[in-house]
């Protein structure tokens, strides 16, 4: 399982991941909160968004599966900060529709992984909006290779890639729902990232392992992000071409 890795990791808290998870889902279909006000939450970094979008070229936040975006995409819309969410293609089709629809419906954009999912990503950026992009897990098994919590796997460049190729800034950042309702936010500053793949995904590991110790039970990386032989071309283990286009996959 990911949390093996954790040192002091218990089974109480894979009892909370679990009860996290379920309250994910349910949230899809909750009515937005009324009243909802920021001074409410606790918000670390929070102004680096605005610094970002500043620069005119977009934003990408680059998250792990850290917390509840369903409910914290809240803060986006209360902060007048238009926000695009990169998810993965789900089976069937009608219900990715779906849920991409009741996301719509908590002023979140949708961009669905595959075709066109590039194309949509600019148009945002070009819009000078934010792009989120959650990145613990390599979907598209072409990631960069990395050590994360003392092991070897592979993350995904996506971000990154865009981000040289544009000079668009991005920011680590996520933020969870507490047992009360109150939202805490860890936000990053924002910076340009080089050409480096493989240095830049492995500066993302780190600061997610940071979240993630912070914040471990509301990790919901359900689908293993460790895997036994994952990430072995990528380590040079496996000369194999891999035959498979290289789209981004996202948020599942």
Not at 71 to 80: I, N, P, R, T
Not at 173 to 186: C, F, M, S
């Amino acid at each position: 399982m990911n949390l093996e890795p954790l040192a002091g990791w218990r089974q109480a808290t894979v009892r909370r991941m679990f009860i996290r998870n379920a309250q994910y889902y349910l949230s899809l279909f909750a009515r937005r909160p009324a009243g909802f006000r920021l001074e409410d939450h606790q918000l670390e970094g929070w102004e680096h968004f605005r610094e970002a979008l500043a620069q005119g070229r977009g934003c990408l936040l680059v998250s792990p599966h850290v917390g509840d975006i369903n409910y914290y995409a809240e803060l986006f819309v209360a902060s007048g900060l238009p926000v695009n969410v990169l998810v993965e293609e789900l089976r069937p089709a009608k219900l990715s529709q779906l849920a991409a629809e009741l996301r719509r419906r908590r002023g979140v954009n949708v961009i669905t992984g595959g075709r066109g999912a590039l194309r949509e990503i600019y148009r945002a950026l070009d819009r000078n909006e934010i792009v989120a992009i959650i990145s613990d897990r390599d979907v598209a098994g072409d990631g960069q290779p990395v050590t994360f919590f003392g092991r070897r796997t592979t993350m995904p460049h996506y971000a990154f890639t865009i981000a040289a190729r544009r000079k668009t800034p991005v920011v680590f950042g996520t933020a969870v729902r507490l047992d009360d309702g109150h939202i805490v936010a860890d936000v990053r500053p924002p910076f340009i990232p080089s050409t480096d793949a493989r240095a830049e995904v492995q500066r993302m590991a780190s600061v997610f392992e940071e979240f993630i110790r912070r914040w471990p039970d509301q990790w919901l990386a359900f689908q293993p992000v460790f895997r036994e032989g994952l990430g072995a071309r990528a380590w040079g283990l496996d000369q194999t071409p891999d035959p498979r286009p290289q789209t981004p996959g996202g948020e599942g």
